[in-house]
């Protein structure tokens, strides 16, 4: 397999999607779409980045994306090292400069970068010669999940301009959220959010979306359905009643979906609270592709360091 797409892109980070282009959002979703064929091989590697090293540094607890990035560094034949704060010398009272600093002198070629911070990729992207990707900083942005959700809708539609999304759940706290507003909104597509008001961060609609306070009237004529877990890690308290009244009134069921359009797809960025933001019933439904949010994660992580690493033919090449 050779990639056609011999390009890279214009940074050598991606810390955020507010930087993005058009068109280099549109390089990353086609070069993902290459690379989805690599999961349906029998051996499921590319020498792409042989001889490359991708250190892990997740600050924060993950699943999904930690997982997914070691699967695509694995697929692109990258040795891995995986940080953990627990275990490091953060938890010793170590800076994050000077974490950076005792990385920089193993020399990798990328840093993953999961943090509680808000803007902690952008200060480590200047300091260090690697690469650095944003795995989630804060409430800030979340890069790569926005770019494969936006992956999983043009797998389906075929094109992103057009699409009415609707996004709900706890927007406040959310870095989905926001990137998902910055990449949908350029490539041309209606962002609703949904939240209560305590849920509803101040200026929203800077974010070029459309704010609702109930979820009954956002779900007419959605082509995409995004619901969001409520972050209690990233307030001090519940900003509503109670988990109960909160499903009563923002969870989708199967009553809710019928107010999208016939086919709406039905995602979420996990993990799943079943019972305060979505039934079961829609979750595990023919509508949900959640789960192919998850497969699509590895190829778009994929991209991104095919891309980063200066988008070599050659290296995507059998070996």
Do not use: C, W
């Not at 290459?34 to 892990?56: D, Y």
């Not at 840093?111 to 900083?137: F, Y």
């Not at 597509?189 to 929203?204: C, T």
């Not at 079943?274 to 019933?281: F, K, P």
Request: charged residues 20%.
């Amino acid at each position: 397999m050779v990639i056609e797409a011999a390009a890279a892109l214009s940074s050598k980070d991606l810390v955020g999607i507010a930087p993005l282009e058009a068109g280099e959002i549109q390089l990353l979703l086609d070069t993902a779409e290459q690379l989805l064929e690599v999961a349906r091989r029998p051996i499921k590697k590319v020498p792409t980045l042989r001889g490359m090293t991708v250190i892990n540094l997740f600050m924060e607890a993950s699943t999904r994306t930690r997982f997914s990035f070691e699967v695509a560094e694995k697929r692109l034949s990258a040795d891995t090292l995986n940080f953990s704060a627990s275990t490091s010398s953060v938890s010793k009272g170590e800076t994050l400069f000077d974490t950076a600093r005792n990385l920089m002198a193993m020399a990798p070629d990328f840093i993953v970068i999961r943090h509680p911070n808000t803007g902690a990729p952008h200060r480590l992207a200047h300091v260090v010669t690697a690469s650095v990707i944003n795995a989630g900083d804060g409430s800030n942005e979340h890069p790569t999940q926005a770019l494969l959700d936006a992956f999983t809708m043009r797998r389906h539609f075929g094109d992103l301009a057009g699409l009415k999304v609707v996004i709900a759940g706890d927007i406040r706290h959310s870095r989905v959220a926001r990137s998902n507003a910055f990449l949908l909104s350029k490539m041309g597509a209606e962002v609703r959010f949904v939240a209560p008001a305590s849920l509803l961060p101040p200026g929203v609609q800077e974010l070029g979306v459309k704010p609702f306070l109930r979820l009954e009237p956002a779900l007419e004529g959605a082509d995409v359905v995004m619901m969001l877990r409520i972050q209690m890690e990233r307030q001090k308290r519940m900003n509503f009643p109670s988990a109960r009244e909160y499903f009563d009134f923002f969870g989708l069921t199967p009553e809710r979906l019928k107010l999208a359009n016939e086919g709406a797809l039905v995602m979420h960025p996990g993990p799943m609270n079943r019972g305060v933001e979505i039934d079961s019933e829609v979750a595990d439904g023919d509508q949900s592709v959640i789960l192919e949010q998850v497969t699509n994660g590895v190829a778009i992580r994929m991209a991104i360091l095919y891309l980063l690493a200066g988008g070599r033919s050659d290296a995507a090449t059998d070996s």
